[in-house]
Every structure is written in C-alpha cells, then in structure tokens.
C-alpha cells in the first residue's frame, strides 16, 4: 500500500486496523506489549482452566490461586420469588443499603449510597461492622421498617469461604480495604453482633453472597439461561453454575439441582507468576504501589480501580522521554490517582478524527499546549489500556463457557467499566467470538443492581426451596 506509514507496516508491530497511523512510532514500539494476540489469550485461557480445575478439586484446593468457593446456592430463580427484602452491599467504592420489593415478575427498589471513609475502609473491623449497623439503621429508620424483622441479604465482595448459606469466613481482603479482626471470622456473626450493640433494628440475616452471585441471579430472574456472573468495577471476578460433582470442595446432600455456584476468586489468578509473562514494567509499578502488592494480579490488569494508573504511569514515561506534550506537565501525572478510569473512559468517547473530550480532559487537568498528535497518542494509552482489558475478561468467559459445554449462555455482567467504558462490551464480544468454539451461543446481559437483588433472590430461593422441602 503506497500511503501505508512506516510504523503500521513495520512487520514486527503487526497490521491492527484499529490503530490510528498517527501514533507516535516509539510509543507504538512500546505500548506493543499490551497488544495481546489471540494466541497468548489461548495459553492464558489454558492456565486459567488448569487453574480453575486445582480450585475445586479436594487434593489440590488448598494451594490453589484461584479459590473457586462454593457458593451454597443451588438453585436459580424461577420467577414465583416474592417478597420484600433488605439488602446490604459492601466491597466497592460506597457501601449500598437495599429495601427490594419482589413481586413475580418485576422489582422495587430503595437504596441509599453511604461511602466508607479510608480510615473506616483500613480500621479496626469493629469499627467497620458498627458503621454497616448505624447505615442500615438510619435506611430502615428513613423507610419506616424499624420494627419489622425482615429478611436480610449481605452481598459481600471480598473472598469467602462460605460454611453454609448464612456462615461465611472472610479469606482475606482485596481493593484497598485492610480492617483489622475480621479475616478467619465469620462476617454474618460480625454484622449480628454490630446489630446487637445498637439493640434498635431487627433483621434476620437469610443469605451471604459475593456479588458475582448476585449478579448471576440478578441475570437469571430475567433469563432462565443465565450460567455466568462477572464483575468489571472496582474489582473483577466470576462465578458459574458449576455440576456438583465437579466441586469437591462442596461436601453437601444433592438438593435436586446437581449444581452449585462457584465464586471463582479468579483476581488471584497469576498470583503464583504464571501471568508474569504478559505483565508489563507499568503493571509491577501499579502494583508495587499497592497495600496488597504482588496479590490479586489479574484483578490489578482488569479492574476500574488500578486502570487509571496504568494510564497514568504510562503518560508520566511518554512525557519523561519527550514524547508526550512537549516533554512538559510530568508533576501533574506524578501523584497517585491523578488519572482516573473514568477519565480514561471519557477519553475513549470522542469519536474518531475528534480530540474534543480528550483535550478538554487535559486541560482540567492543567496541561495549557496539547497538540493533536498528544489527544491521538493519549487515545492510544486509553485503548491498549482498556482493550487487553477487555480481551482479558473474554478470555475468563471463554474459559468458564468451554469448560460448562452448554449449547447456549447467558453471562450476567456488572460492573462501572463494564457499564460506562463506550467500547469495552464491544471488544469483549468481538474477541469471544474469535475465541469460542462456534457451536456455543452466547449473550452478555447487563445485570441491573445485581449485587441488590442478587441479595434478595438468594434469600428468596432459598425461603422457597425450604418451602418445597418441608
Ligand atoms: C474482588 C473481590 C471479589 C469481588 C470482586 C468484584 O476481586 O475479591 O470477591 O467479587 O472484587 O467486586
């Protein structure tokens, strides 16, 4: 192609379509590495599965990376769930309390958004639990259900090792929260003794759950295909409908359905090295950075919370090396947090040949000459940041769809970067069709509040099977 530049045709960088020809050469070179080819996203994929299987078999579980909980929860809904319910949501950036009113068919909801302060999010557990009590009073209290002992779901996303369906044993932390005394305890207990000090609300503690699940049955209330659960936020994990027999790790009596949802925990995976190879010098800097650094490493290449910084570093070395805004503006990307995956989303939404959002974005934040060629090499950081992403995800779908072997799945998907990002859903769907074997139909639906009525489903499904059994 005579008009071809040098650095597209340069056989070494491959020929993407999806490159501007305007990138700067050596920032192409270098953003190389987050390009990863369909070949490398097989060998991932393999890892992820052989993985997966040392979670849930008895004789490997205990050093596996990727935990694959069992969930407790068998059955998925099936349209009759009624009730009103409360629901509590902890393990983002805020912290949710829920009324959901199921009829059948459709849903109501209340909530109200408390944030956790850092001091509370790193704080003794007490302090944690106590502030989780004093929230869902003053939501009960505002609602007018002060003296009704309601049912209670606790969505709780963080690792779990769940006893029973109201007993889980936190692991350990993850996304920046660090409280003191509750690893190795049993959250409901914590959430039932917090309560207990207040002496003013009453509730009945009907289900723990991490919000994949929710997610998964959130999905599953609209349609009955529903097999997967995925998270894309702050933090990123799956679960799966998994066959009973397969989950050594589930010593319980077959209720009927022959399944168990599995928490796969899979923001460890890469944990013991095995990703290393795909990981990158800005990936061990976000790490390096972090209070849980050389753990949740998939997580750390995925997830709204450590894709900002990744930008971030990226920007800070283009500018270091004179290739970004004339060498200048290095002290306004050198502190942590600076660039945030929302404005990395919001970069991405200028449609090709425009610089507007991405220009405006820069000068907020207080870079006075940005030239056309910085908007393009910024977009391009933006994009190789959110399309290995984006494959990775597919990936952990394609993995978990191969290995159930159904014909068609549904995935329920959650998740700020899954929800706001203008093109991570086409990406996803884009690269699962090029990996997944073609027999195998698929559709990503978007949960709506999964982690809320995810909460109530569970603690519905479970009030109707006790029904049934009696
Ligand atoms: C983290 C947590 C996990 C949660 C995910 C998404 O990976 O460990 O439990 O599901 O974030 O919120």
Redesign the pocket.
């Known amino acids: 192609m005579s008009t071809c530049r040098s650095q597209i045709c340069n056989p070494k960088l491959g020929l993407d379509d999806w490159i501007d020809p305007k990138v700067t050469l050596s920032i192409r070179q270098e953003m190389q590495k987050m390009i990863l080819d369909n070949e490398t996203l097989k060998v991932i994929s393999a890892l992820l599965l052989d993985n997966i299987e040392r979670g849930l078999k008895k004789d490997t579980h205990p050093k596996s990376i990727v935990k694959c909980f069992p969930t407790y929860v068998q059955d998925l809904p099936d349209g009759t769930e009624k009730g009103k319910f409360l629901a509590l949501d902890l ?2 950036t805020n912290f949710r309390v829920l009324l959901v009113e199921l009829d059948g068919t459709n849903c109501n909801i209340e909530s109200k958004i408390f944030a956790v302060p850092l001091d509370i999010m790193t704080g003794p557990g007490e302090r944690l639990f106590d502030h989780i009590a004093e929230c869902l009073a003053q939501f009960a209290f505002e609602q007018g259900v002060m003296d009704i002992r309601l049912p209670l779901g606790f969505t709780w ?3 779990l090792i769940q006893k029973g369906l109201t007993v889980g044993i936190a692991e350990r932390w ?2 920046g929260f660090s409280c003191s005394g509750v690893i190795g305890n049993d959250v409901v207990q914590l959430l039932n003794e917090a309560i207990a000090r207040r002496g003013d609300i009453k509730i009945d503690v009907c289900a723990i759950l ?3 699940t929710g997610t998964l049955m959130s999905c599953a209330y609209r349609n009955p295909d529903t097999r997967v659960g995925l ?1 894309l ?5 799956g679960c799966y409908v998994e066959k009973q027999k397969n989950a050594e790790m589930f010593d319980e009596p077959d209720m009927g359905s022959g399944n168990v949802i599995i ?1 796969m ?1 899979m ?1 460890a995976f890469g944990d013991d090295g095995c990703l290393d190879f795909i990981r990158t010098d800005i990936d061990l800097a976000v790490d390096a950075q972090c209070i849980n650094a050389g753990r ?1 490493l998939h ?1 750390k290449l995925i997830s709204g919370m450590y894709l900002g910084e990744m930008v971030r570093y990226y920007i800070l070395k283009f500018i270091n090396r004179g290739l970004l805004f004339g060498g200048k503006g290095a002290d306004l990307f050198s502190k942590q947090e600076s660039f945030s995956t929302k404005e990395m989303t919001q970069v991405e939404m200028d449609s090709p040949g425009s610089y507007k959002i991405i220009r405006e974005i820069l000068t907020k934040i207080g870079l006075t000459d940005v030239s056309d060629e910085d908007c393009i090499n910024v977009r391009f950081i933006c994009e190789c940041v959110s399309r290995r992403a984006a494959h990775l995800a597919a990936v952990v779908l394609v993995t978990v769809m191969h290995k159930m072997g159904e014909k068609r799945v549904v995935v329920g998907i959650d ?1 700020s970067v899954y929800k706001y990002h203008p093109h991570v859903r086409r990406y996803m769907i884009q690269k699962i069709r090029e990996l997944l074997d073609p027999s195998i139909k698929f559709d990503l639906m978007l949960s709506e509040d999964g982690s809320g009525i995810g909460a109530a489903l569970v603690a519905a499904v479970a009030a109707r099977k006790r029904r049934e059994m009696q």
Do not use: V
């Not at 936020?233 to 994990?237: E, L, S, Y």
């Open positions: 393990g983002g996303s963080f690792p993850t996304k991490n919000d994949t998270i936020g702050t933090g990123t994990n928490n925990e923001g949740q997580e998740g």
